[in-house]
């Protein structure tokens, strides 16, 4: 697929599938996506860390359920959240009803998004979402249009190691059963270098990266040094606005 453009067919129908299987049970931080609650504190601390939320403009691209969208909101931030799977968009949107934490949800490619709002955002959240979709590269264009002058986009993934493919998919999937089965494809993980070549090419910079590890027994997620298995990325867009 073309890397350079917007490329509205960028998904898996397969990975939407899988993941909207598990959209009743999302809100369950015993469910399914066990993990993935325990991951979203360590996930915004990253963030808010980097980039100032309250009043911010932020819009998060594979929302899933809205873990994360909820957690920005509730730090200040102005929040768009899209996905592909409907029936995580109305899990998210249901959930809003309940929490009464206001995100604007749509069901929506990122791509068609930087066509409409070029330049809108201050930053922009991609977790566990580069690894389930055909050509990353174009997404993280995508991103890369959407981003005010000084805006950042972070986003996380899973690193093509040993280490990775033991823990991710043979521990986490397998043996401890913290995720179902068929979650990840080794293939599909991303190599840090992998990453900051698409990130440049999209023409941002490259911050930060910062490993991200589970710690089941505590189920609990903290910011590391490593990054051979799960990582955290931030970059940002060159010039002056109101995320710099």
């Given at each position: 697929?073309?890397?350079?453009?917007?490329?509205?067919?960028?998904?898996?129908?397969?990975?939407?599938?899988?993941?909207?299987?598990?959209?009743?049970?999302?809100?369950?931080?015993?469910?399914?996506?066990?993990?993935?609650?325990?991951?979203?504190?360590?996930?915004?601390?990253?963030?808010?860390?980097?980039?100032?939320?309250?009043?911010?403009?932020?819009?998060?691209?594979?929302c899933?359920?809205?873990?994360?969208?909820?957690?920005?909101?509730?730090?200040?931030?102005?929040?768009?959240?899209?996905?592909l799977?409907?029936?995580l968009?109305?899990?998210?949107?249901?959930?809003?009803?309940?929490?009464?934490?206001?995100?604007?949800?749509?069901?929506?490619?990122?791509?068609?998004?930087a066509?409409e709002?070029?330049?809108?955002?201050?930053?922009?959240?991609?977790?566990?979402?580069?690894?389930?979709?055909?050509?990353?590269?174009?997404?993280?264009?995508?991103?890369?249009?959407?981003?005010?002058?000084?805006?950042?986009?972070?986003?996380s993934?899973?690193?093509?190691?040993?280490?990775?493919?033991?823990?991710?998919?043979?521990?986490?999937?397998?043996?401890?059963?913290?995720?179902?089965?068929?979650?990840?494809?080794?293939?599909?993980?991303?190599?840090?270098?992998?990453?900051?070549?698409?990130?440049?090419?999209?023409?941002?910079?490259?911050?930060?990266?910062?490993?991200?590890?589970?710690?089941?027994?505590?189920?609990?997620?903290?910011?590391?040094?490593?990054?051979?298995?799960?990582?955290?990325?931030?970059?940002?867009?060159?010039?002056?606005?109101?995320?710099?």
């Amino acid at each position: 697929m073309d890397s350079t453009g917007a490329n509205n067919d960028n998904f898996s129908q397969a990975e939407l599938d899988k993941f909207g299987a598990l959209a009743n049970r999302w809100w369950d931080p015993q469910g399914p996506q066990k993990a993935l609650h325990a991951l979203n504190p360590a996930r915004l601390g990253y963030v808010a860390a980097r980039t100032p939320l309250p009043g911010a403009t932020v819009l998060d691209v594979g929302c899933g359920g809205g873990l994360l969208s909820e957690a920005l909101a509730k730090a200040g931030a102005q929040v768009t959240a899209i996905d592909l799977a409907p029936e995580l968009i109305r899990i998210a949107k249901l959930h809003r009803l309940e929490s009464g934490v206001e995100v604007d949800y749509r069901l929506s490619p990122v791509e068609t998004l930087a066509e409409e709002q070029p330049g809108r955002y201050d930053a922009i959240t991609c977790m566990e979402m580069l690894e389930h979709v055909p050509d990353p590269a174009a997404i993280l264009m995508a991103c890369a249009t959407l981003l005010k002058p000084g805006g950042r986009l972070f986003v996380s993934t899973l690193n093509r190691t040993p280490a990775a493919f033991a823990l991710a998919i043979v521990g986490a999937e397998y043996i401890a059963g913290l995720l179902p089965k068929g979650t990840h494809q080794y293939r599909e993980f991303i190599k840090p270098s992998e990453l900051a070549a698409w990130l440049r090419a999209a023409g941002l910079d490259l911050e930060d990266v910062s490993g991200l590890m589970y710690e089941p027994w505590r189920n609990a997620a903290r910011v590391i040094s490593r990054t051979d298995v799960n990582y955290l990325a931030c970059a940002v867009k060159p010039g002056t606005g109101n995320a710099a």
